[in-house]
């Protein structure tokens, strides 16, 4: 494995199927940026509001992917964004010189977030190399063409077809924190690619669950991994789905080598903005 600073550059092998393995190389292009914004408990209705209302006039430089807010699980009252810059650092760095000339977002940041958020907190991770092998995960890529039109026409438009889009629709969120090492990380990888095909085939899982994207840190929190699943049909179906995972064999392996390798574990469950492109 070679490193360079902290991304990492290694060989991962990784697998589509419980039997057949591929060679990929990850890259730090593109970069996700997760912010989670801790905002006054009295505020929190009003400063989704006027986020809203700016996400929709300053859409070309804010390539958002998702905005939530726990229900449980983690510290309540936090907007959870995350940024897609499919040309990495380059791109973040071009496209938030141009919002800060954007007369509507230096308002919306100078009388709604400074008097009303208590912390902001912004890390960038990369998206694991598996997500591209399954045509059933998604990634954040897809999760809309930020470039093309706002998310909430893009969400309209596929409503029709999208049966997890709905109200009880949640996000399940959940983070490993692992041992420092340059090795750590791409272990998790290696025994997560294992036994992921399991998971997602067991029989009895919700047919709304599914995995939207696996994320590694890169900036910020080093060594943090963070899963993010959707179920369409809410917590029962999050709980359907786990028990049906409690029978895959490969998964429950991949799990018990996993938790050696992890310092810590958080699952939380999140409610979608009506405004987030994945919802």
Known sequence: MCVVGHHYCALFSSSSTASSSSTIIATTTPIVELQEIHVKPS???TYMEMTERAVQVCFPFLPLRLVSTPDT??????????????????????????????KAWTAYMDNWVLP??????????VEAPLVAQYDTVPG?????D???EPAWTYNDKQNNNNTNNNSNCILELRRYKLQLGY???????EFYGNGLPSKLDAPGTDPTTSLVTLLYSDVGRLNEVIEVWQHG??????????????GAQEWRSAIASIA???IEFRSSIHKPASFSPLR
């Open 43 to 45: 505020q929190m209705k």
């Open 73 to 102: 699980g983690d510290d309540l009252f936090v907007a959870t964004q995350a940024l897609y810059y499919q040309n990495g650092h380059a791109e973040r760095n071009d496209l938030r010189a141009e919002l800060q000339k954007e």
């Open 116 to 125: 009303n958020v208590t912390r902001m907190q912004s890390s960038i991770f």
């Open 140 to 144: 954040l890529a897809s999760a809309a």
């Open 146 to 148: 930020a470039n093309a």
């Open 183 to 189: 090795d750590t990380v791409p272990k998790f990888l």
């Open 233 to 246: 049909n809410g917590t029962s179906a999050m709980e359907r789905s786990r028990m049906a995972a409690r």
């Open 260 to 262: 050696g390798l992890a």
